[in-house]
């Protein structure tokens, strides 16, 4: 079975600072990754997936299949980032999503 | 458009007691999921809804739980004789592929 790990519940950085938010994931075929957001007292909402390589927010994530991962960076955090992210799983069959247990990003100013 | 919604937003509810969650997808989304979210942990996939295929539910914790979907339309999720470790963020989804849509969510407390 998938599974999907976010190693930091929490992560803490200041205005300006880089970021990167770490997915792992196990999958034995051919998984699409996504991330996930959901900002305070909103829905969540996808952030992105790895499959349309565009960069959203200034945020970007590439898939390393040896590494099995899918982390999150961003060059420049801005206080607006703050929000629980998830980093979230498909397989072919079903399109449902296994979801890491997310990482809360605080931007501090 | 309006986006998904769910109702109530907020149930509580005594031990051994049933309720009924309901989900009103976007109109038109041929797919339709239910999730739970336990505090503090992500989402777990419970049921899964396409067009008039047999619904995909194994994720379903236990017999207690149960959904209906009408056609392409409003789900419910029941659950009976409810028990504390129920107490969750149930979470619908409906997505045209590959973006699932969440509505807010229904925050179930089970005393």
């Known amino acids: 079975a998938q599974r999907v790990t976010q190693p930091e519940k929490l992560l803490s950085v200041f205005k300006g600072a880089p970021v990167e938010l770490k997915c792992n994931y196990s999958y034995s075929g051919s998984p699409e990754l996504f991330w996930y957001v959901q900002y305070s007292r909103q829905r969540l909402q996808l952030l992105l997936r790895h499959i349309s390589r565009e960069s959203i927010k200034g945020f970007t994530a590439d898939l390393n299949k040896g590494e099995t991962s899918f982390h999150l960076k961003k060059p420049f955090a801005q206080e607006e980032d703050s929000a629980m992210y998830y980093c979230a799983l498909s397989t072919n069959a079903g399109n449902m999503l296994t979801f890491g247990g997310g990482t809360r990003l605080m931007v501090k100013p | 458009g309006a986006g998904v919604s769910q109702s109530p937003s907020n149930k509580v509810t005594e031990k051994g007691k049933d309720v009924e969650l309901r989900c009103d997808p976007i109109?038109?989304?041929?797919?339709l999921y239910w999730y739970r979210q336990r505090l503090g942990q992500g989402l777990e996939f419970l049921i899964y809804f396409q067009g008039n295929s047999a619904p995909d539910k194994s994720g379903l914790p236990s017999d207690r739980f149960s959904a209906e979907r009408t056609g392409e339309s409003v789900s419910t999720l029941t659950i009976q004789r409810t028990q504390q470790e129920d107490s969750a963020v149930y979470l619908c989804a409906s997505s045209l592929f590959p973006e699932q849509f969440f509505g807010p969510g229904t925050r179930l407390t089970v005393l």
């Open positions: 109109s038109g989304h041929t797919a």
